[in-house]
Each structure stands twice: as structure tokens, then as C-alpha cells.
């Protein structure tokens, strides 16, 4: 079955340094979206991509979707404290009624 | 707030135990998911229910079960449970589309604890 694999796992930062996590499919991918879970909450879509080589922006917030639809990334740009929580990547594939969770970064800001 | 609640916020069960959990959305979407979320674990992903009919179960152990009465409503049936059941069950619900997976709403979560 398809395999989502994210990395990396854990990612420690000091604050106003930039963060990049990094998504991988064993599959070619129909669209790829990203969420965010803070500590104690539940996942929160930010963005979804669906074209190759696509890059959106979200303020300090960069997408991109792998020119071969299989890798992905999120770079966040001077990390603040407020960026604190996991970041998952969800891969869609043919049938459109599920997705395919990466395992997550989880990242900590340090004043 | 995301349209989707689920109660309880947390439950503690004894393996010999029934409980329920429930997921309502107020999205008028046509697909509701149980997911299964432990530590330092990724997401699982448990049943999927599309116009009411299930449509993906991905192996759940049968103390696992399903109910999904309307597109508003999904129920979570468990029963003689273990304690490796313990974890935060996630409901979500999405619009299904033609080409693509839409992006899905979250609930906040049931905490369970199996003793």
C-alpha cells in the first residue's frame, strides 16, 4: 500500500531560525496537504498542493509539491513560538475518499 | 471550532467494559473517518464512511465497530478492549470529490484509557 514517509521526527529550533520538513511517497501522488497539530489539539488543514513543481506561501510559510508529485516540503521562515506542534503531510492518491498521513515533525521553538 | 464535536472529551473503560464514542459534523459534508492517533505514532487511519456506506476498514481488530446512521452522525462502538487500545481517537469528516481527496475537518478528539 501506499507509504507516506516524513522526516524529520523531531526538530528543535531557536527562535527566529528556519524549520523545513521534509514529505515522501512511495507512490505518485494525486495532491498532498499539510496540517498542523498543536500539543493537546487536533490536526488543522493549512494548505493543500496539486500541481507538479507547485510552491504556494503562506506568510512565513512555503509549500512545495516534488516536480514528480512523490516529495513535498514545508520551510517555515523565522520561526516563532506560536509555530510550536507537529506538522503532518497527507498524501491523496487514486481513490479519492482517503489520505495517507506522514508520521509528523514535531517541532520546538526555544525562546 | 471546526464543525466537527465528539463526546466524550475522555474516557477511562475497563477492558470487560462497552462504550461509544460519538462524532456529529455540521459541515453537510458526505464523508466522515475514525482515526487512531498514540504516541509517537502517525495517524491511523481505522473506517471511512462515504454517503453512509463503509467503504474502507483498514484491518481494525473486530472490538472496533462502526455506525454510521445518517451523514451527520458516526458512532465508534468499542467492547472488550486492551490497553494497547489507549489513545486519542480522532473523527473527521470531508466533502468527497470527483479527482481529488478534499481537505478534512477534525474533531478535538476522545481520549481513551484502557485499564
Known amino acids: 500500500g501506499q507509504q507516506v514517509m516524513q522526516i524529520p521526527q523531531y526538530q528543535h529550533v531557536q527562535e527566529g531560525e528556519d524549520f523545513t520538513t521534509y514529505c515522501n511517497s512511495s507512490?505518485?501522488?494525486?495532491?498532498i496537504q499539510w496540517y498542523k497539530q498543536r500539543p493537546g489539539g487536533h490536526p488543522v488543514f493549512l494548505i493543500q498542493?496539486?500541481?507538479?513543481?507547485e510552491v504556494k506561501k503562506q506568510k512565513r510559510l512555503t509549500f512545495q509539491f516534488g516536480e514528480a508529485k512523490k516529495n513535498s516540503s514545508l520551510h517555515i521562515t523565522a520561526t516563532q513560538t506560536t509555530d510550536v506542534g507537529t506538522y503532518f503531510c497527507?498524501?491523496?492518491?487514486?481513490?479519492?475518499?482517503?489520505?495517507?498521513f506522514g508520521s509528523g515533525t514535531q517541532l520546538t521553538v526555544l525562546p | 471550532e471546526t464543525g466537527v464535536t465528539q463526546t466524550p472529551r475522555h474516557l477511562v473503560m475497563g477492558m470487560t467494559n462497552k462504550k461509544s464514542l460519538k462524532c456529529e459534523q455540521h459541515l453537510g459534508h458526505n464523508a466522515m473517518y475514525w482515526y487512531k492517533q498514540s504516541a509517537k505514532k502517525p495517524l491511523e487511519l481505522m473506517f471511512v464512511?462515504?454517503?453512509?456506506?463503509?467503504?474502507e476498514n483498514n484491518s481494525v481488530p473486530s472490538r472496533f465497530s462502526p455506525e454510521c446512521p445518517n451523514s451527520s452522525h458516526l458512532f465508534l462502538h468499542l467492547h472488550t478492549l486492551q490497553p494497547e487500545d489507549s489513545a486519542l481517537y480522532l473523527c473527521a469528516s470531508s466533502q468527497v470529490g470527483l479527482m481529488i481527496a478534499n481537505e478534512q475537518f477534525f474533531g478535538p478528539g476522545t481520549r481513551l484509557t484502557v485499564l
Open positions: 464512511y462515504n454517503f453512509k456506506e463503509q467503504t
Open positions: 497527507a498524501g491523496g492518491s487514486g481513490s479519492a475518499r482517503q489520505l495517507t
Open positions: 507512490t505518485t501522488l494525486s495532491n
Open positions: 498542493l496539486v500541481k507538479s513543481g
